[in-house]
């Protein structure tokens, strides 16, 4: 397995303002994703944060408004940029850990509100 | 385009019963099949499968996969009230690929 940290683990923004969500793993993984989970639903996944170019994103999801840091093989960076009160939600780092990412595990998640 | 489908969507039982899960997908070049337990924010991982028919256990739980019928089962025996969360189903197909989720179970356990 591996150890993933998020920072924050909570915030609450006002409209307009953005926010830098950090994820650090304790060991070189080659793949990391990023999740939205809004209030009772279930995860839907943001993009793929690749290391040393562009992150793949899901559709409805676009570069301008979750821009994707990946600098190296242990940390990544997601900004949700913008905010409106629809972006309120936990967002989640997740990471693969064996070849093909078989395996995969979550950061504790960032909780945000916007309002 | 690949798809899990979980049933029930919730689940309401009393502490000592035991509760079956539901998980179907369709998936092209299917790899494994994974259960999580979500009850805060972050999904804790409980088992990977791979192989028709071998089961995975740990304590109360145990899963179980068909690969020809194309779904699994998570089973709960004995439950308690520390059971109460959403379990994720989620499948992985081949390649550098993040999983796919479906909606989950949503079980509470109550005393």
């Known amino acids: 397995s591996a150890v993933i940290s998020q920072k924050p683990s909570r915030d609450i923004c006002q409209r307009g303002t953005s926010l830098t969500i950090q994820c650090q793993v304790d060991?070189?993984?080659?793949?990391m994703f990023w999740y939205r989970q809004q209030p009772g639903q279930s995860l839907t996944l943001i993009a793929t944060a690749n290391q040393g170019s562009e992150a793949t994103y899901e559709s409805g999801f676009v570069i301008d408004k979750f821009p994707i840091s990946r600098p190296n093989l242990t940390f990544s960076t997601l900004t949700v940029s913008n905010m409106s009160p629809e972006d309120s939600s936990i967002y989640l780092c997740?990471?693969?850990?064996?070849?093909?990412?078989?395996?995969?595990?979550f950061g504790p998640g960032t909780r945000l509100t916007v309002t | 385009e690949d798809k899990v489908v979980q049933s029930p969507l919730s689940l309401v039982v009393h502490e000592g019963d035991t509760v079956t899960l539901n998980c179907s997908y369709e998936?092209?070049?299917?790899?494994?099949l994974l259960w999580y337990k979500q009850e805060k924010k972050a999904p804790t991982f409980l088992f990977m499968l791979t192989s028709s028919g071998i089961e995975k256990k740990s304590g109360r739980l145990s899963s179980i996969l068909d690969k020809k019928e194309l779904f699994s089962i998570l089973n709960i025996t004995a439950t308690q009230t520390g059971d109460s969360a959403i379990y994720l189903c989620?499948?992985?197909?081949?390649?550098?690929?993040?999983?796919?989720f479906g909606k989950g179970t949503r079980l509470s356990v109550i005393a």
């Open positions: 989620a499948v992985k197909n081949s390649g550098n690929t993040p999983l796919v």
């Open positions: 997740s990471v693969g850990v064996t070849q093909g990412g078989n395996e995969q595990y």
């Open positions: 060991s070189q993984v080659t793949m």
């Open positions: 998936v092209t070049n299917f790899r494994s």
